[in-house]
């Protein structure tokens, strides 16, 4: 009878675990395609990303996370231009303000990036992003994790197409690299102004995909500005399954801190 309880147990925690989507797209603090260009030799950058989700997910991604829905999220991207091709960053400091919990520190990441050099003034741009993150436990259900974002775009004029086949780890096998990519379709009006469609989405590991009505997939409208002073994307993403989030909304703001040794478009 014992061994009967058990077992009765254990196949119903297996089926929830299959019908409650599994992690993975838990709480986000980057919501950007990489177009692969970096700071120049020397320059600082800073780019501030914050979003906000009004109607998301009322249960946490896994125990003790914060939940999305009326949550926002915040991070100061510190970048370095190294050479032509290497940009250091540092993420610092990653914030949140959920229902609650209120505010909440999630943790700090450290970013390299190697491009393509001058990757905005070519036809064909490439790259490669890798993070490496240290979590508050709410933040994610591991204490470190990391990213491996390649970059893949074409410039086509006034046509951008941009792909980030993104791998987030857990350090825990090659099977368990979890596929979240990220992609970008823009129309550039003038070299101040532009508008695309970007989905993010995240499937599931190499190992095991999830059905796609339990993937996370988003697809927002967005508005690119840029100008001397500061470059300004803002976004509003609409829920494809019923995994995702129904409406996030995000704005990011960025701009170099000498920007006297730069020329910028005007």
Known sequence: ???????????LMAAACYLVPSYAWAQTDEIQVYDAEIAAPGMFNLTWHNNYT???????????????DKSFNS???????????????????????????????DG???RTLFVSPHAAERTFFY???????????FWEPVRFSGEIRPILGWHLHPVDIIINPILDTDYNGFKNLDFAPA??????FSSRWAVALEEYADCGTLGRFRPSNRQYHELYGVVD?????????????????????EVTLKLILSRD???EKLGHPN
């Open 75 to 105: 991070v100061s991207e510190w970048a370095y231009g190294v050479t032509e091709w290497f940009e250091a960053g540092l993420y610092f400091p990653l914030y949140s303000i959920s229902q609650g919990r209120g505010l909440s520190f």
């Open 225 to 245: 500005y840029m100008s001397k002073v500061i470059n300004i994307e803002f976004g509003a993403g609409f829920g494809l399954t019923r995994a995702s989030d």
């Open 183 to 188: 992609s970008r379709l823009a129309y550039n």
């Open 1 to 11: 009878m014992i061994i009967k309880i058990h077992l009765r147990a254990a196949v």
């Open 127 to 137: 790259g490669m992003n890798v993070e490496y993150s240290y979590n508050s436990k």
């Open 257 to 259: 801190l000498n920007t």
């Open 54 to 68: 009004p109607e998301g997910r009322t249960t946490p991604s896994f125990p003790g996370a914060i939940v999305p």
């Open 108 to 110: 700090l990441k450290l």
